[in-house]
């Protein structure tokens, strides 16, 4: 998304609802190579427990589970309309657009992906096979199938899994986010 002129002002940050404090990005997704600009991140990457004043300061709010989901609705209610899975926003953003999607007048890019497909809830299905980590030769699965499951303490194999699932719906939104700008701006 970045070189395309409505997401300039977007900024992204980084915090979890269970995240310790200061704690660098784990060395299994730092090896990755995300294009420009990633090693940087990288490099200044630390990690922070998500609070009120960032979550009032989101324009959208995504995290991997819906447990995370329901931690930041109980932190600030208010916010429920604009916090997604990663999975449910990219669900949600391929359901056909409805009619009165053109009249949602927010001025920022990620405001208006958040109410339109705030707005499209109830209208998708989740998928009958989430996919989950595999242990001593069971398949795990997420209790949801908008979970995408922590990979940090499961082993190298499984946390590449999750590692490319989350690469793979990051890439599904970035492909989608400008899609729901108004018709006269993409």
Do not use: W
Request: hydrophobic fraction near 45%.
């Amino acid at each position: 998304m970045s070189g395309l002129a409505e997401f300039d002002q977007v900024v992204v940050e980084s915090a979890g609802v269970t995240a310790r404090t200061g704690s660098e990005i784990c060395e299994r997704v730092r090896r990755l190579e995300r294009g420009t600009g990633f090693a940087a991140f990288a490099d200044a990457h630390r990690s922070r427990p998500i609070t009120e004043a960032i979550i009032d300061h989101a324009s959208l709010i995504l995290t991997a589970s819906t447990a995370e989901r329901s931690a930041i609705a109980t932190l600030a209610p208010a916010a429920r309309s604009r916090t997604f899975t990663l999975r449910e926003a990219a669900a949600l953003a391929v359901v056909p657009g409805f009619a009165d999607e053109d009249g949602i007048e927010l001025e920022g890019v990620l405001d208006r992906f958040a109410a339109v497909i705030h707005g499209r809830r109830g209208f998708v299905a989740p998928s009958r096979r989430p996919k989950g980590l595999r242990r001593f030769g069971r398949t795990a699965a997420p209790t949801d199938p908008f979970d995408i499951a922590d990979g940090h303490l499961s082993g190298s194999a499984a946390h590449d899994r999750t590692i490319a699932q989350v690469g793979e719906v990051a890439g599904l939104l970035a492909d989608a986010v400008p899609r729901t700008a108004p018709r006269d701006v993409a």
